[in-house]
RNA sequence: GCGCCUGUAGCUCAACUGGAUAGAGCAUCAGUCUACGGAACUGAGGGUUAGAGGUUCGAAUCCUCUCAGGCGCGCCA
């Protein structure tokens, strides 16, 4: 709703600009001021012009006022707009009307589940590929943030009128997992007596234990001889499946569904890298030297160029990752975005610049950097090391604070800030918790429409709030006008926070006017009206939590 | 050494990507309920935005340098 207006206020100022013969117009914005004071929106204009027009904005401004305001009169959105200010150093101020304010609440009672959603992204394909962990353990809570951020993500793209995918790239082969098979194999030797040593570079976690026994069992293997017959790949494709089923489960119990999972087995077969190396190669891209094939990323400005075939005739990292990508470009997305864990940064370039090769725009793939989780349990840091088996697990933290207070947990830092986790507030059942603090809001909002309901056969007004004038009430009412404008903003920067934050606001603004404004007064007119207002309040904070993937409590 | 990121209240973080008096939560102190869910609300104290220059109507935000911290830099994944 705001966003409308917004724009259609740009308009306007554009308009009236007129009087100014043979200026260049500069990018018109229009701001929502911080304090309610400076009005719902406001606009700079006259700031930005005073240079060239070599004038006092001051001045300016009055200079604009009389034109803006005629033309106000004659638009539709007079009724909206209950005055137009000039303050100090020149900004021009707008003041909804009780009108305008009422429009808020119009919206929502039209839009209902959709409220906030909109069509920003105009149906374009947006794929996001999210954790992505390798199936060498379960996953980590390094993982679950870049879960949550991933999940809620494209919850909101959707909203915003995207058509937005979660892809899972399954890197189900390489040194990493040769390592996992030899881990395996190991235990299970270790377990039938042998004196072998664990391999140094080997999973010591206790799951590859676990896993080695499972592995028996499901093999029938009851001596050494028995083992040593098996070829390693039995080792490998075990420990992968084993442990992909281990990670779905996961995700899905964490509320996580991606729509593709694409296996670097498949899409990176021994075909695809030797026709792309071949193909990079007679582009010029790739070159050979020390024995070595060298990807020239340097063309798009990594610091050096990378190896993709070892001298021994091995793959690096980089080529079958460039396959996939490939594929990826292939199947038509308008935007690619890959989220990382911050050890991956080093990558980015290489990456982009694989893009670039592919013959595409290295813009056309952004990676979101993700940064840790750092879990604190009774103020101490708990330390992690996937290699020596020291690490707090995504379902250690779920089984431990659940899945709502998980979820929200991991959003509430920007994805590119580190994040303290600490457990013992995530389970807290009280106010410090904030999102015990906005599932209360809606709770209790629910609790007061039934009672309404069952006691005073009130239903909420949804077409008519002309008793509502409190600051309080308007403050609410303001508040529920942003929530669209917040989730394109959250699209726009790829940046799930901004909602998390307006969340904890929106539930403020409410026990604010809750504590100010009796809801079921004697006035029956007032009441209703305020059940109304309550009632879209409770919808936007059902809406957020939805797309947070966290619960909308009727009660507690 | 080179590159990237960060530095804001005692703590954890915001600040609409250059706007108005830099805001929240926690913590501290002081208050508010005979009525709708006290898991709530009100108020106070707390700041040279690490420091120094620069750009302009205007800087926490952009540029340069200094300081402090983190990360990355292998024919690794």
Request: glycine share 2%; proline share 5%; charged share 25%.
């Given at each position: 709703m705001f966003s409308e207006t917004r724009q259609q206020l740009k308009n306007l100022i554009s308009d009236s600009l007129s009087i100014f013969q043979g200026i260049t117009i500069p990018n018109i914005i229009i701001d929502i001021p911080a304090e309610t004071q400076h009005g719902e929106f406001s606009c700079n204009i006259a700031l930005q012009l005073s240079r060239q027009l070599k004038k006092n904005p001051l001045i300016i401004a009055k200079e604009v006022l009389p034109v803006l305001q005629d033309l106000l009169n004659q638009s539709p959105l007079n009724k909206e707009i209950g005055k137009i200010e000039i303050k100090a150093p020149g900004f021009i101020n707008f003041y909804l009307s009780p009108e305008g304010f009422y429009h808020v609440l119009y919206d929502v009672f039209e839009q209902k589940d959709r409220y906030g959603c909109s069509n920003f992204g105009d149906g374009q394909k947006f794929c996001l590929e999210f954790v992505s962990a390798n199936p060498t353990g379960p996953l980590t809570v390094a993982h679950g943030r870049q879960a949550a951020v991933g999940d809620v993500l494209v919850n909101i793209l959707k909203a915003v009128g995207f058509n937005a995918q979660r892809e899972y790239y399954v890197n189900d082969e390489g040194n990493q997992i040769n390592i996992l098979g030899r881990s395996i194999k190991a235990r299970a030797l270790q377990i039938l007596g042998s004196d072998i040593t664990f391999p140094e570079d080997g999973y010591q976690g206790d799951y590859i234990r676990d896993m080695a026994k499972v592995f028996m069992g499901q093999h029938q293997i009851q001596s050494l001889d028995d083992l040593l017959k098996l070829q390693d790949d039995a080792f490998r494709k075990f420990g992968v499946q084993y442990l992909m089923d281990l990670i779905q489960k996961d995700l899905e119990d964490f509320g996580v569904h991606f729509d593709i999972w694409s296996y670097q087995s498949v899409i990176a077969n021994p075909q695809s890298i030797e026709a792309l190396l071949a193909d990079l190669k007679n582009k010029g891209y790739v070159y050979e030297a020390e024995g070595a094939w060298w990807f020239k990323s340097t063309l798009w400005s990594d610091d050096k160029d990378r190896v993709v075939r070892k001298s021994d005739g091995q793959y690096t990292y980089l080529t079958p990752d460039m396959v996939y990508h490939k594929d990826k470009f292939a199947r038509g997305f308008s935007r690619i975005v890959n989220i990382l864990g911050p050890d991956h940064h080093g990558y980015i370039p290489r990456i982009k610049a694989a893009a670039g090769a592919l013959g595409y725009k290295t813009d056309d793939l952004d990676v979101l950097i993700v940064q840790l989780a750092t879990i604190f349990r009774d103020g101490v840091e708990v330390s992690m090391s996937t290699r020596r088996g020291e690490f707090i697990t995504l379902r250690e933290v779920m089984d431990e604070v659940g899945r709502d207070a998980a979820?929200?947990?991991?959003?509430?830092?920007?994805?590119?800030?580190?994040?303290?986790?600490?457990?013992?507030?995530?389970?807290?059942?009280?106010?410090?918790?904030?999102?015990?603090?906005?599932?209360?809001?809606?709770?209790?909002?629910?609790?007061?429409?039934?009672?309404?309901?069952?006691?005073?056969?009130?239903?909420?007004?949804?077409?008519?709030?002309?008793?509502?004038?409190?600051?309080?009430?308007?403050?609410?009412?303001?508040?529920?006008?942003?929530?669209?404008?917040?989730?394109?903003?959250?699209?726009?920067?790829?940046?799930?926070?901004?909602l998390v934050r307006y969340l904890q606001e929106m539930a403020a603004a409410f026990h604010k006017f809750y504590d100010s404004c009796r809801v079921l007064d004697e006035n029956k007119d007032i009441s209703s009206e305020r059940l109304g207002l309550i009632e879209a309040a409770c919808v936007v904070l059902g809406n957020g939590l939805r797309l947070l993937g966290v619960s909308q409590p009727q009660k507690m």
């Open positions: 979820r929200f947990f991991f959003l509430m830092r920007q994805a590119s800030a580190h994040l303290d986790f600490d457990l013992a507030l995530a389970k807290k059942q009280n106010a410090e918790n904030p999102v015990y603090y906005i599932q209360y809001a809606h709770a209790r909002i629910c609790s007061i429409i039934r009672k309404a309901y069952d006691e005073l056969h009130l239903t909420p007004k949804q077409n008519d709030f002309r008793s509502l004038h409190a600051p309080e009430e308007l403050d609410l009412m303001r508040k529920i006008g942003l929530y669209p404008d917040i989730l394109v903003s959250c699209a726009h920067f790829i940046e799930p926070f901004a």
